[in-house]
């Protein structure tokens, strides 16, 4: 499915957002030791956030993380922002 306006998600009513974050980023080298990929900044703003906001605006009920490596780097992170 392709969303491109997010009509599609309205019509068919997506419930369930799901991040996967449990890679251990290898291919990212030493800063993926720093922290995990998902709490990479870009307009300084985590990876995280970014997905997190476009769900809930386009109303997404559940949303579950995918964890491994790091995860309570992702958790302290969603507590701050929640």
Not at 57 to 72: A, C, L, M, P, W
Request: hydrophobic letters at 40%.
């Amino acid at each position: 499915m392709i969303l491109r306006d997010g009509s599609a998600a309205m019509k068919n009513k997506i419930k369930i957002g799901v991040i996967p974050a449990a890679g251990s980023g290898k291919r990212l080298g030493y800063l993926s030791n720093l922290l995990p990929k998902t709490l990479f900044p870009i307009y300084n703003r985590p990876i995280f956030h970014h997905l997190i906001n476009m769900m809930e605006s386009i109303e997404i009920e559940d949303i579950y993380v995918i964890v491994n490596i790091h995860r309570e780097y992702i958790k302290e992170y969603y507590k701050s922002i929640k």
